[in-house]
């Protein structure tokens, strides 16, 4: 199995684009413990787990007998008591554990506002987190936290800008130990640059292909990750063969979540190619409003979307254009934009089967994907006010332009559907 190593998703997140002067990002790295560094861990984990299912019980009980909830205060002067209680919880990052309070603070917070499900207990499983919210130290490939003798040694395979505000350190299913580092930093967003018709690009989250765009350029989803994913399903099958607790269970197991984690990094790295290239060549970009989670309901569609990963996709393409003054649309999920004809308007009755169709008001024949991509185009300069070039030609220039683009990234599996040059 080949593996790629410390290639994690490099920036993932902007939490906080509220204040343009106040931004967080997320830094993952792969981390590189020894062996007692690595038991550690495991006793980090498993004591926030603890800590977690402890007081979400005494928060049980206490309601069920007197109607009252806890706060994080009083879970946290309970702290010392059980620590009495519980020698090995000595051996703790103290931070860590009233962390995980804050964590179930939150969870019920969430609840309380119908923004989450009750807080559940946490099971003992294979892979975990704790969080070490200060005093932690970033030097040379190496990190040093609290309780932790030595330095641990991680992977920076690219170089964090801002100041380092908390860790998250976690296991994966298959044993790979990550460090996920939470930065500020005071820059200030670039100002959006104008929306202009002639540098937007409409985009259509195809079902067959990944990304159809409104010049007629199509991206397909890369030939290795189809072949990792149906080693997964290989390998699935064989899991489920397996006795269960048997050690060739366990094998197989950490098999399928290594393959999981792969293909998860291949999809990120494919998605960052993309979204790096598509917010260098346009200056605006359009799509629809994507619900996924209720495309996802629709059986049709599940396993593709699912597959594809879009809302992952168009949260990096629009963190990055955020990032580089570039601006994004997005459009109502339910305007007719593959339904109607983008030639003339004409509002058609298109079945999901229909790769191909042709106008019977205007006789054009259309991609089913690429016209939707010129609808979301057209609909997004629509709802910005800019006016829309109607007449202007399919601009060969910017497709050579991004193909080549593409190529070079690596990302081979573009075409253009070039078939007679239809009007933006
Ligand atoms: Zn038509």
Known sequence: MQEIRGLAPPIVYVFNTNYLNNMFKAYRFRMYPDEDQRVLIEKHIGSCRFVWNHFLGLRNKRYSETGKGMSYKEMASLLPALKKDHEWLNEINSQSLQQTLMHLDGAFHRFFRKLARYPNFRKKRNSGSFSVPQHFAISDNH???????????????????????????????????????????????????????????????????????????????????????????????????KQKGSRNRDKARIKVARTHEHITNQRNDFHNKVSDVLTRQYNTMAMEDLNVSGMMKNHHLAGSIGDAGWSSFFTMLKTKALSRGKNTIEIGRFDPSSRMCSNCGYVYGLKL????????????????????????????????????????????????????????EGVTQAKWLKQEAPRL
């Not at 005071?186 to 540098?199: D, F, N, Q, T, Y």
């Not at 990792?228 to 699935?236: N, V």
């Not at 790769?355 to 609808?375: F, L, M, Q, S, V």
């Open 143 to 241: 990190i040093t936290i609290p309780k932790f003798g030595s330095p641990i040694r991680m992977f920076m395979h690219r170089n964090i800008a801002g100041e380092a505000r908390s860790l998250t350190i976690s296991k994966t299913p298959s044993g790979k130990y990550y460090v996920s580092i939470l930065t500020e930093s005071s820059a200030i967003l670039p100002e959006p640059e104008k929306i202009e018709s002639r540098s937007s690009v409409g985009m259509d989250a195809g079902i067959t292909g990944f990304l159809t765009l409104s010049d007629g350029i199509q991206i397909e989803n890369s030939k290795n990750l189809k072949k990792s994913e149906r080693k997964l399903a290989k390998l699935q099958k064989r899991l489920s063969r």
């Open 353 to 408: 089967s229909e790769r191909e169709w042709t106008c019977p008001e205007c006789h054009n024949r259309h991609d089913r994907e690429w016209n939707a991509a010129i609808n979301v185009r057209k609909f997004a300069l629509i709802k910005a006010g800019v006016p829309t070039d109607r007449g202007e030609l399919t601009p060969v220039d910017t497709v050579a332009s991004v193909l080549s683009l593409l190529s070079r």
